[in-house]
Structure formats: C-alpha cells, structure tokens
C-alpha cells in the first residue's frame, strides 16, 4: 500500500503557506541556498514512485519541466508516473501523466492500493488542502522559515483534530526547519 506524502516548501512559523507575489514568499526567495536544505528537499521526490497535482500547478510544471535538463527534480518529474486532478483539463500532455477526474478520495484510494512506496503530493494551494481535509494524508514534510505573517493560508482546513507523531526535525544552516509528520497509529494493545 502506498503512503501520500505532502511536501510544503515556504510554510511560516505561524503555519501560513507562502503564496506567489506576497512578502512571505518574497522572503523566502531571499534565504541563502543551503545543500542540505536542497537535498531534504528533494528526498521526497526521489522516493516518490508517483507525483500528484492540481490543475493548476500541474499546468505551471508541465510548462517548465519538459524543457529543463540536467535538474535533478526535472529529471525525476520528467520521467515519474504523474496524475492530475482535474475536471476541466482536457489533455495532458506531459509525459507518463494522466488525468484522474473521479470523486478525490477514491481517486486517492486507488493510487494507494496499486501498489508500494510513495505518493509525492504537490499543490496547488486549494489541492493539497482537500488531501488534508479529507484525512489522505500519511506524512507531512514541512519546510518551516523564520518568518511570522500574521495572516494568510494555512494548510490545516480540518473538522476533526488529529495526532501526529513527529518523525524528524532539522535546522538547516540558512535557518530553515525540515519537519516531518507522520500519521499516529494505534498504539498497541499492552494489556493482558
């Protein structure tokens, strides 16, 4: 059975997402590049035997990537197996994707049960939202910068609270976190 997993990359000490063209996001274009931080970084696309998106993102990455060579994450992107989520894209031309228009929780199911390893889980914004909103999600890795917005988009949009057990954390040299999340599973039962 596969496990998805979400990746935030700009995420604030205060749990809003950095979104293209705000001061957050700005900011984070301005953190020094740090070869750890890149690597963490990319550990999920590596280990990811399939990539998922929302219209949107898929469209900005399936515009890009086809033409980049010799990135590591291009490589990996361009040869993956991708799935997009969508009701209105009409084709998908990238290579090996393809476009699952069904209910998203079933969606989701199927990819889980088709085989072992990882989902890599991208955005858009609202995409990754519905994973967590629906419970889809199995970890969590979140790039957290030194950053206090105040307002703005948070990633948690949830009815019921949830336990998570922390697998890792990390100070990048650049003052940037890796935190990684995974689903608490039942203890077991120590009562005889």
């Known amino acids: 059975m596969r496990t998805l997993v979400v990746g935030v990359g700009d995420y604030s000490l205060d749990g809003v997402i950095g979104e293209a063209g705000s001061p957050f996001f700005d900011f984070c274009r301005t953190v020094p590049d740090d070869p750890e931080h890149a690597a963490w970084t990319a ?3 590596q280990r990811a035997d399939v990539h998922i998106f929302g219209r949107v993102t898929y469209e900005g990455f399936a515009s890009w990537f086809p033409n980049v060579t010799g990135d590591p ?3 990996i992107l361009n040869k993956g197996r991708k799935v997009v989520f969508s009701r209105t894209l009409e084709r998908a031309d990238w290579d090996n994707t393809t476009i699952a228009r069904g209910d998203l929780v079933e969606e989701v199911a199927k990819l889980k049960a ?3 390893g990882e989902i890599a889980a991208y955005g ?3 995409f990754v939202r519905s994973l ?5 999600v199995d970890e969590y890795r979140l790039t957290v ?3 206090l917005v105040g307002s703005g988009t948070t990633l948690f949009d949830i009815a019921q609270p949830r336990a998570l057990d922390l697998v890792s954390s ?3 040299a650049n003052g940037v976190v890796g935190l990684t999340y995974r689903r608490r599973t039942a203890a077991p039962d120590t009562q005889s």
């Open 43 to 45: 550990d999920v696309q």
């Open 114 to 116: 088709d085989g072992d």
């Open 132 to 136: 967590v909103r629906h419970d889809l």
């Open 170 to 172: 990390v100070a990048f």
């Open 145 to 147: 910068y030194p950053y």
């Open 73 to 75: 994450t291009a490589d």
């Open 124 to 126: 858009g914004i609202s």
